[in-house]
C-alpha cells in the first residue's frame, strides 16, 4: 500500500523534507525523482480514499522545480 506525505496529498510535508535536503543535493535530487513516481502512482489511485488531485499537482510542480 502507498502511504506518506505525497499519498496524503500534503504539499507542506513534502516542502519541509526537500528543505531538510536542501544542503545535500545528491539526496534531494534522488528524493525528488522517487517523489515524483509517487505522484505518478497516486494519481492511478481511484477511489474513495484517493488523494486530492491539485494536491498532487502542486506535488508534482515543487518536485520538478529542483530536478537537473
Known amino acids: 500500500a502507498l502511504t506518506g506525505p ?5 504539499q507542506e510535508t513534502v516542502a ?3 528543505a531538510a535536503l ?3 543535493p545528491a ?7 522517487l517523489g515524483q513516481r509517487t505522484v505518478e502512482i497516486a494519481r492511478r489511485i481511484d ?3 484517493a488523494p486530492d488531485k491539485g494536491a498532487l ?3 508534482a510542480a515543487e518536485l520538478a ?3 537537473r
Open 6 to 10: 505525497i499519498r496524503r496529498g500534503d
Open 16 to 18: 519541509r523534507h526537500l
Open 22 to 24: 536542501k544542503q545535500t
Open 27 to 33: 539526496l534531494a535530487d534522488l528524493y525528488r525523482r
Open 47 to 49: 477511489d474513495a480514499t
Open 57 to 59: 499537482d502542486a506535488i
Open 65 to 67: 522545480a529542483g530536478v
